[in-house]
Structures are given as C-alpha cells and as structure tokens.
C-alpha cells in the first residue's frame, strides 16, 4: 500500500483545513486507517483513527471536536477535517494504514505511512 497525503497549507487561528490521504491498493476498506501529527521537537503524535467500514472512529484527548475523521472506501482516501486550528496543531501531519481494519492508536501497529504534510497555523 501507497499512501499520498496532502491538503496542508497555511491557515489563521481559527479557520479550517482538509487533509485528504489516498492509498493504492484494492482492499482500502481492509485496512485500519490513522492520522499522526509531528511538530518541531517532539515526538510524533496520534490525532484520528478510523476502522475499516469507517463506523468506528477515534480521536485525541487535544483535537475531539475540533477534527474529525472520515474515509470514502469507493475512492481509497482517508480524509482528516480539522476546523478551528490552533497554533499548537502546527505540525507535519501522516496518515498511516494498518493491516487490521480496527482502530489503532498506536504507532507500532500501523504498516505504512505516508510522506506528511505541513500544516502552519498563525496566531
């Protein structure tokens, strides 16, 4: 499996990005699918999970509410909607596909990764 994310940019406090991540493959909905964000100087973090059949989601105890996961199996991508940024979700954001297709918040179980995308929010 490939994964492409992309969807990052620039954005004021406040306002509102879509991370999209596109996998290969034709088992899309076999897979449990994460989302994971690194800022400078830390360690890499778990933001969003969702199962395979896209019914079951997770989040982190930082961004519930204000995210929100979603998968469309029909085109392979995971999607991550991110309303109401603050300056601290600055970070490189990865999305990351497990052979499971349960949600996983973990690092470790997760298969592959994609490349990352910077996501900058200005106070």
């Known amino acids: 499996v490939q994964l492409q994310a992309c969807g990052g940019g620039l954005v004021q406090a406040g306002g509102s990005l879509r991370l999209s991540c596109a996998a290969s493959?034709?088992?899309?909905?076999?897979?449990?699918m994460g989302w994971f964000r690194q800022a400078p100087g830390k360690e890499r973090e778990f933001v969003a999970a969702v199962s395979g059949s896209g019914g079951v989601t997770y989040y982190a105890g930082s961004v519930k509410g204000r995210f929100t996961i979603s998968r469309d199996n029909a085109k392979n991508t995971v999607y991550l909607q991110m309303n109401s940024l603050k300056p601290e979700d600055t970070a490189v954001y990865y999305c990351?596909?497990?052979?499971?297709?349960?949600?996983?918040?973990?690092?470790?179980?997760?298969?592959?990764w994609g490349q990352g995308t910077q996501v900058t929010v200005s106070s």
């Open positions: 990351a596909a497990d052979r499971s297709p349960v949600v996983v918040t973990h690092e470790a179980p997760y298969d592959y």
């Open positions: 493959g034709r088992t899309f909905s076999n897979y449990g």
